[in-house]
């Protein structure tokens, strides 16, 4: 079943879980995510990066994913992330996507706020949410942000302007970064709380893949309620991917559907493995009774 991000991310935030939002690749990832979700009866927000949404055309994304959670007995959102890229962000609200992330945080915090009050009344306006990011959460993803911190904003500062945009959650700077982890990173659960002191809407965490358990837990007690995940199944998908052509090209036996086997079963892996870590696993029926 298709639902709002920002009603399964409320569930969360009043419940004392998280709701994985993992970044997939194409059907094969997308079909893979959502069995781990029916396998685990967890909610779950399937989110799609600007350089997947380009390639594979918002129309086509938007028939895969319906074809895929529209029959699933667990709420799934389908999400776009990071775009500082408004026409495509129209795009997907046009297609009646669940959500988008306006990344605004390339932009001075005036024109961050401007615009991203200008993103909220378009979509709202077609039943979509919108999470905000308007400080940069370091590292690139698929293209989009930077190494460097380009802008950092107080808890006071991230609250008000969420407060008169309207966005539906938020995306701070929490000591995380994307991709993979060269060093232990700084993390900020306190950060959380005294966001959560000032405003009641979800907070989002991003860079996940690599964290542990204790960190996860720490950050949803803090006040997390969405973590994203991106990374680890890009790396699941491509390691299984990589053994199979290996494991092929020694025997001699050239057969895609069973690559296409093996790449499921890892990326399902993957996602499970979060989806019991955040303890959204069993939260299915509640978050879409609510």
């Given at each position: ?75 799934v ?105 060269t ?24 860079g ?5 358990e ?34 092929a ?42």
């Amino acid at each position: 079943m298709i639902e709002s991000t920002v009603q399964l991310a409320r569930h969360g935030q009043a419940n004392g879980y998280g709701v994985a939002a993992v970044n997939i690749l194409d059907d094969l990832s997308l079909r893979a995510a959502i069995a781990a979700a029916v396998d685990l009866s967890a909610p779950l927000i399937v989110q799609v990066s600007v350089k997947t949404a380009r390639s594979i055309g918002v129309d086509l994304m938007t028939t895969m994913f319906r074809a895929a959670a529209g029959p699933a007995p667990v709420p799934v959102a389908l999400h776009l992330d990071h775009c500082p890229d408004r026409a495509l962000i129209a795009d997907v609200v046009a297609a009646g996507w669940s959500s988008v992330l306006f990344d605004a945080s390339d932009r001075d915090l005036a024109a961050a706020e401007a615009e991203t009050a200008e993103v909220v009344a378009l979509a709202h306006a077609a039943g979509v949410d919108v999470e905000s990011e308007i400080e940069n959460i370091i590292g690139v993803e698929d293209g989009v942000g930077s190494d460097t911190a380009l802008h950092a904003y107080s808890v006071e500062q991230l609250a008000a302007v969420a407060g008169r945009t309207g966005a539906d959650l938020l995306a701070p700077q929490l000591g995380t970064a994307h991709g993979a982890y060269t060093r232990s990173p700084v993390l900020l659960p306190e950060r959380v709380r005294a966001l959560a002191r000032l405003s009641d809407r979800p907070i989002v965490l991003h860079g996940g893949t690599g964290l542990g358990e204790r960190d996860f837990r720490a950050f949803i007690d803090a006040g997390v309620s969405k973590i994203n995940i991106s990374t680890g199944l890009k790396l699941a998908y491509m390691r299984a991917a990589l053994d199979h052509t290996r494991q092929a090209e020694a025997a001699g036996r050239w057969d895609p559907p069973s690559m296409f086997a093996d790449i499921s079963r890892a990326v399902t892996a993957e996602v499970a493995k979060h989806l019991e870590m955040f303890g959204s696993a069993g939260r299915a029926q509640a978050a879409a009774a609510r």
